[in-house]
């Protein structure tokens, strides 16, 4: 069973749709066994890093989410709190990846929305896809370029689209929003 982790953020049900348009059958869910008996953890979230980390800390579900062994995929702001540190409201993340999330300078349209495609990419998720590709990307913060850093797009300036350390995996942008080219990073981490 395929768990995604239910906190206070949003676009969890798209991302559940997304997966069962693939083929796979998946829980909501905030229990602690749940999340540690699932095949796989999806850690989605659209909001904002403070108060999701508050909720995350209230839950106890930092200590769980930081003690998977499974594969894990954080999407957009799951990606952001698997960081060290957000400049959004000065907020202590998780620390899986050793890198920290700035604010878009405001020298273009802040937040970057809509597609995007890739500097650079290698790993596991982008099995069969191509930096020419586009994913779909809502962010105002993104994730600095780091040793983790599996995946770049450039927007105002080179950042992190994708990251991975150990069973942690990672997209800045929406692979449930991102048609095919999204499905196939999706299943790719489902297939891990």
């Not at 906190?7 to 083929?23: E, K, M, P």
């Not at 839950?59 to 998977?68: A, E």
């Not at 927007?155 to 994708?162: D, E, K, V």
């Not at 990672?170 to 990073?185: C, M, N, V």
Request: some cysteine.
């Amino acid at each position: 069973m395929i768990a995604i982790v239910k906190y206070n953020a949003g676009n969890i049900r798209s991302v559940q749709n997304a997966i069962a348009r693939l083929g796979y059958e998946s829980l909501i869910t905030d229990d602690p066994e749940e999340l540690r008996k699932a095949s796989k953890v999806v850690f989605p979230g659209v909001g904002e890093a403070s108060s999701a980390m508050n909720c995350l800390r209230r839950q106890g579900l930092d200590t769980v989410i930081l003690s998977l062994e499974q594969p894990v995929l954080g999407i957009c702001l799951g990606l952001q709190l698997l960081c060290s540190h957000s400049e959004e409201n000065d907020t202590e993340c998780l620390g899986v990846f050793d890198a920290r999330v700035r604010l878009f300078p405001p020298v273009d349209k802040v937040p970057h929305m809509g597609w995007n495609n890739f500097l650079t990419l290698k790993g596991d998720l982008f099995r069969g896809v191509g930096i020419e590709e586009d994913v779909y990307f809502v962010h105002s913060y993104y994730p600095e370029i780091s040793s983790a850093t599996t995946a770049t797009c450039d927007y105002i300036l080179p950042f992190s689209a994708a990251m991975q350390r150990g069973n942690f995996y990672a997209t800045q942008f929406h692979p449930e929003k991102s048609a095919l080219t999204g499905d196939r990073i999706l299943k790719n981490f489902l297939e891990l």
